[in-house]
């Protein structure tokens, strides 16, 4: 047995001699589908649907500024490890919706429709993949946003700066709506990202919904089942959840770590979207290590779709083991 | 930050005097879609699209009889080092359709209809999901098949007996067909496994294909750009592939290992279905250490659906990293 690369050419080229060519006439074929599978997936945590649904992916160029202190070798050499393409950063997004006792709850909400047109719609998907698993908009009737970042937020608007959720109830973080909606912090902001995304909160939160939402408090249950914790450092009111029912139980992470095989694995990296880099890296050892100790299944919105499994330990950092697809719910 | 799961609990009691809880008065919802995704993944090897389609997954409990050298506490442990649950074995399948330059080609069946009704839709999902994904059996130009097991060809028939794939050239391993075919092999048969597989096959090849096949010999291209290669030990004529398309590649392992967090973890282990272990044993080892030097893709029968990835050397054994799911072509 011989199974290198070079022989697989090799056999390819001896193809010509060999007798198993097909020679079937050459015949009409339809045009292939070449649209992905919907990205949707379910699973039950106790009576509790988890609907994980992808928002797609963005990829971009991998530059100095995407982790403070980590060099471009390092980085491509954590890509390399995980047989990930150099020089570039691939980043998922998956919001999920839960039904918990028939009512629907949507946590975070994607990138939103146009908002990445130029994209080519590689990210906006949620809505088609959400009306893919048979979920209606109008059907939500609560939406809890875990940060103000545009990718968890932007969803909150169609393209016409109408709520996309009509029926829901918005509930977002307190501390994080007393941040971002604060003038004085708004007039202190440096630099073009925090200034885009004080404008851009504005935008969605004032103009866009009338600021008809809901502060929520930590260490309460949000919803019946769904308990908000603090993981600061993202961001100044960014939020984790513990959902549970009965003895089964999930870590929703939101932000507390970007791409797993990068920030997982090296959790003192310091990606440019954290806030407060050195509270963003503590939040994430103590999380990590928690998940790690009481073995929960976890959550990440950027994670990899369905972007669910369990961590251990690995080296100085962590490692996301995603959990078996179950082809059934 | 207190995130025990004790905590959720103590966050859920506590909900009677949060101020948050959602006093939405009771609508009437629409009964929720429970069943999950369509079981198809498809991506790029070259020009050749490769469509990963699921089977299902079919659980049984955890005999002593499933690996003949590894005690039920190890492998409990196994288990649960992979998040799996204990004393429950749960086996995935994924058939691949492949585009190459708009001919069809299949790589196995799957378990076929109705021959597992009683995993009440668990298995036998390959053709729902085959439709879904804008395939047609009536389009497969070819069906390659690695090996002679129940769970690879019963998907050759209907359950009316008759062929699922009436436009497709049946290809085989020459050295498969010449076992499973041999009377004398056949008296030989002892047991009830290996009796049964040569009934089975005896069903399926004579009774249902009237033996029209083509058998294909190891290291020539059993179409352009599908190497065929040798990794006996799982049957006698058990076959693995390389698909190559310019200078991408990928290996289509088949049955080298069964669930990868048991068996490539393992690659001692014997599990029940090699018909000479030993030989199975050094397959294993020699497939996945080229795995690793390669660095290439591999795509596995028995993976959890979207079924591929890529190797890492890990203790004595090997770890698959599942290749992160891409939302697009």
Redesign the interface.
């Given at each position: 047995?011989?199974?290198?690369?070079r022989?697989?050419?090799a056999?390819?080229a001896?193809?010509a001699a060999?007798p198993?060519?097909?020679n079937?006439p050459a015949r009409a074929?339809?045009p292939?589908?070449?649209?992905?599978?919907?990205?949707?997936?379910?699973y039950r945590v106790g009576d509790i649907?988890v609907n994980a649904i992808?928002d797609?992916?963005g990829s971009f160029p991998l530059t100095d500024a995407y982790i403070a202190n980590a060099k471009k070798d390092e980085i491509n050499a954590a890509l390399a490890?995980?047989?990930?393409p150099k020089d570039r950063i691939?980043t998922?997004y998956a919001p999920l919706v839960l039904?918990i006792g028939?009512?629907?709850v949507l946590i975070d909400t994607g990138n939103g429709q146009g908002a990445f047109a130029s994209s080519k719609?590689?990210v906006g998907?949620f809505t088609t993949n959400m009306v893919?698993?048979?979920?209606?908009p109008k059907?939500i009737?609560?939406v809890v946003i875990s940060h103000f970042h545009g990718d968890h937020v932007n969803g909150l608007l169609l393209a016409d700066g109408t709520p996309a959720f009509p029926n829901a109830?918005v509930?977002v973080p307190a501390a994080e709506w007393k941040f971002w909606m604060d003038d004085a912090e708004m007039s202190r902001a440096s630099g073009d990202r925090m200034t885009g995304l004080f404008k851009n909160n504005r935008r969605v939160f004032e103009a866009g919904l009338k600021k008809k939402v809901?502060p929520?408090?930590w260490?309460?249950?949000?919803?019946?089942?769904l308990?908000a914790?603090?993981?600061i450092g993202h961001t100044p009111g960014h939020t984790?959840y513990?959902l549970?029912s009965g003895s089964d139980?999930l870590?929703v992470q939101s932000d507390v770590t970007n791409l797993p095989?990068l920030f997982a694995t090296n959790p003192d990296w310091h990606v440019m979207y954290d806030q407060d880099p050195a509270q963003a890296q503590a939040?994430r050892h103590?999380?990590y290590d928690?998940l790690v100790a009481?073995?929960?299944?976890v959550q990440g919105f950027h994670y990899?779709?369905?972007a669910n499994?369990?961590v251990?330990k690995d080296g100085n950092g962590y490692r996301l083991?995603?959990?078996?697809?179950?082809?059934?719910?």
């Amino acid at each position: 047995m011989e199974l290198s690369r070079r022989h697989a050419l090799a056999g390819a080229a001896a193809l010509a001699a060999s007798p198993f060519i097909l020679n079937v006439p050459a015949r009409a074929v339809a045009p292939l589908a070449d649209k992905q599978a919907p990205g949707f997936y379910r699973y039950r945590v106790g009576d509790i649907q988890v609907n994980a649904i992808s928002d797609g992916a963005g990829s971009f160029p991998l530059t100095d500024a995407y982790i403070a202190n980590a060099k471009k070798d390092e980085i491509n050499a954590a890509l390399a490890r995980a047989f990930l393409p150099k020089d570039r950063i691939t980043t998922f997004y998956a919001p999920l919706v839960l039904n918990i006792g028939g009512k629907l709850v949507l946590i975070d909400t994607g990138n939103g429709q146009g908002a990445f047109a130029s994209s080519k719609g590689n990210v906006g998907q949620f809505t088609t993949n959400m009306v893919a698993a048979g979920l209606d908009p109008k059907a939500i009737d609560t939406v809890v946003i875990s940060h103000f970042h545009g990718d968890h937020v932007n969803g909150l608007l169609l393209a016409d700066g109408t709520p996309a959720f009509p029926n829901a109830e918005v509930l977002v973080p307190a501390a994080e709506w007393k941040f971002w909606m604060d003038d004085a912090e708004m007039s202190r902001a440096s630099g073009d990202r925090m200034t885009g995304l004080f404008k851009n909160n504005r935008r969605v939160f004032e103009a866009g919904l009338k600021k008809k939402v809901t502060p929520y408090e930590w260490d309460k249950d949000v919803v019946p089942g769904l308990l908000a914790v603090a993981s600061i450092g993202h961001t100044p009111g960014h939020t984790s959840y513990v959902l549970s029912s009965g003895s089964d139980t999930l870590f929703v992470q939101s932000d507390v770590t970007n791409l797993p095989a990068l920030f997982a694995t090296n959790p003192d990296w310091h990606v440019m979207y954290d806030q407060d880099p050195a509270q963003a890296q503590a939040t994430r050892h103590k999380v990590y290590d928690m998940l790690v100790a009481e073995k929960m299944r976890v959550q990440g919105f950027h994670y990899p779709f369905p972007a669910n499994g369990f961590v251990e330990k690995d080296g100085n950092g962590y490692r996301l083991m995603p959990a078996p697809w179950s082809p059934v719910m």
